[in-house]
């Protein structure tokens, strides 16, 4: 699966022992070839538990060295193992060493009543479902990464086994993950040539971005969330911060399966079909099941809602009217579809379209609702987020004006 929101770690770490900094701001790098009492003092400054475990996968074309760093304190003792190249392994210690305030806040809502249980699904092994009452926006799961790995160390076609070094890799990266028994338990899906870890990983793990770099993230209660092709809850990301919460699009009720989709959200089925062939299962959601009729009604309302997008950049900005029209059309067809998690980023574009037919009001309007959906499932501190707000003040700016000319006119009167 793929997430389309992309955490953004930096290398904010700044190590007590100054000297041992690789530059003024990230951890010091280590390896296999650095120097043991050298590496010794480093290590003492991360929160690695195991000396770097390193090898150059040559048999995937590879010059570069990837390592195995593994913590065994994190996440309350479950433990983390990484395998990535020494630079973004010293751009992760900061987030694995030093929660930030929003990490530990997180890590209260772990133990938090949980409004989950997981248990078999038919068709679909394991699932997880609604044990109460969960209301849109809510965040109900928290998740820690359990290993983090580089794309680059993936062959790129993805059936085929990991580099034929890279079972060393993996199996040590295993080895020293604390709680083995959560991690095992996953489901997997490329069969025994496949190291069992390599398995895990391609059927469970979420895209990220770490330190610039393309790479897996596992995130294991997340991962127990089956796929829907019109989905209940989206996976949240933050900024410098490796958790990733669960958060619900629209209330869900008590028994009712909790699902995200694992493809981008809004295509229609045989799209879907490409996009999903990819991780190896016949969706089986709602919407895929759904007599042929009733998914061809959706696929013409998702042909349309693409239609009307492209559209309205082709309306003349005079034709306020049909503007306005097709705005409607388009949230009541993202609703009827139940796209939700979509909505906010349409309303950033509704809100550019008021905003340039001088309606400050309605560009308000979208532009708070925009923000209210981008604060809730992506980055608050983003650069979407940021971007929206700087807009608002525009806007605000217009709307004060537009009152002060009003003020004057009445005053004239
Ligand atoms: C990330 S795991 C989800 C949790 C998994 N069901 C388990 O037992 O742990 C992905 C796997 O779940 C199954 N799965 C997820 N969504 C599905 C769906 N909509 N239809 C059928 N199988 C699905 C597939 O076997 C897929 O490889």
Not at 78 to 95: C, F, N, Q, R, V
Not at 104 to 116: I, N, S, T
Not at 264 to 293: H, I, Q, V
Request: glycine share 6%; with cysteine.
């Amino acid at each position: 699966m793929f997430i389309h929101l992309y955490p953004q770690t930096q290398c904010p770490w700044d190590p007590t022992t100054p000297s041992l900094r690789s530059d003024g701001n990230c951890s010091a790098l280590v390896d296999d070839d650095t120097d043991e009492s050298l590496a010794h003092r480093i290590l003492a400054n991360t929160p690695w538990t195991h000396a770097p475990y390193c090898l150059v996968p040559r048999s995937i074309g590879s010059e570069q060295k990837f390592c195995v760093y593994s913590s065994s304190a994190f996440n309350d003792g479950s433990g983390i193992s990484i395998i990535a190249t020494p630079e973004t392994a010293a751009t992760l210690a900061a987030a694995v060493q030093n929660p930030s305030p929003a990490w530990r806040a997180r890590r209260h809502l772990a133990h938090q009543a949980r409004a989950y249980s997981v248990i078999p699904m038919p068709g679909k092994g394991m699932g997880v479902i609604a044990t109460r009452r969960i209301a849109q926006f809510e965040a109900f799961m928290t998740s820690f990464p359990a290993v983090i790995a580089d794309n680059d160390f993936f062959p790129d076609d993805e059936d085929a086994g990991g580099p034929s070094e890279g079972k060393r890799l993996f199996q040590r990266a295993l080895d020293q993950l604390s709680d083995k028994k959560r991690f095992l338990s996953l489901a997997k899906s490329k069969g025994e040539d496949v190291h069992v870890l390599e398995d895990v990983l391609r059927t469970n793990a979420f895209g990220i971005t770490v330190n610039g770099r393309d790479a897996k993230g596992l995130y294991p209660e997340i991962a127990r969330l089956n796929h829907a092709c019109d989905p209940n809850a989206y996976g949240r990301f933050t900024k410098g911060d490796l958790a990733m919460s669960a958060v619900a699009t629209r209330d869900i009720m008590p028994g009712e399966e909790i699902t995200i989709s694992y493809i981008p959200l809004g295509m229609p089925t045989p799209y879907r079909a490409k996009s999903l062939a990819n991780w190896g299962f016949n969706c089986t959601c709602g919407l895929c099941s759904a007599p042929a009729e009733a998914r061809e009604a959706s696929d013409q309302r998702r042909e349309r809602l693409v239609d009307i997008f492209y559209a309205m950049d082709k309306v003349p900005q005079s034709d306020y009217q049909e503007l306005v029209d097709l705005t409607r059309e388009f949230v009541d067809l993202l609703q009827i579809e139940r796209l939700e998690a979509k909505v906010g980023e349409y309303f950033q574009a509704f809100m550019r379209i008021y905003y340039n037919i001088g309606d400050a009001d309605s560009a308000m309007r979208y532009a708070k609702a925009a923000l209210r959906y981008a604060e809730t499932f992506g980055d608050p501190e983003g650069g979407f987020c940021e971007g929206l707000r700087r807009d608002m003040d525009v806007i605000r700016r217009v709307l004060d004006d537009q009152k002060e000319m009003q003020r004057q006119r009445q005053g004239e009167e």
